[in-house]
């Protein structure tokens, strides 16, 4: 968190706000570095919120808090680093692919061939038209990486990763 983002949180929270949660801009940082294009320039997230008017969602994946409106939004961002460094990413991308191959089998969602076209097409589309490329070097490789993880998803699809074992 900035110093920034601490005082307006403060001060929002000090002025007895009449919403039950803020959303939070989210700056992706990757390889040190602010992702501005491939997908990824700011995300918006829901993460102040008043306890007592709010529940988690129960999801196995990309939990989420479901707050009761209304909400309010906050200026200042969130430098979101998902990952310290590379060897931390191929952890994740092994647990999340894992975790999300069992939720779309159980969804009767099945590898087929076309299936391996999901690789150069999310590269195209992060890279290319998504313009990835104006980020440099850890565009590039944040293209490479999230084309290979989405086709690594399928694949533990097929490999019956999602089977109720």
Do not use: Q
């Amino acid at each position: 968190m900035s110093p920034a983002l601490g005082r307006e949180i403060k001060s929002v929270l000090a002025g007895a706000p009449v919403v039950n949660g803020f959303n939070l801009r989210f700056h992706n940082m990757f390889l040190g570095r602010r992702l501005r294009f491939g997908g990824h320039w700011s995300e918006w997230h829901l993460r102040l919120f008043r306890r007592d008017k709010a529940h988690y969602d129960g999801r196995e994946i990309h939990e989420g808090i479901s707050v009761v409106p209304p909400y309010g939004r906050l200026r200042e961002p969130v430098l979101h680093e998902s990952y310290k460094n590379f060897t931390e990413y191929l952890e994740k991308c092994n647990r999340y692919t894992g975790l999300i191959a069992r939720d779309k089998y159980r969804k009767g969602r099945r590898f087929t061939l076309w299936s391996h076209l999901r690789l150069p097409w999310d590269f195209f589309s992060r890279y290319i038209l998504k313009l990835g490329f104006l980020d440099g070097n850890a565009g590039l490789i944040y293209a490479v990486l999230s084309a290979y993880y989405t086709w690594l998803k399928l694949i533990r699809v097929m490999e019956g990763e999602g089977d109720a074992r």
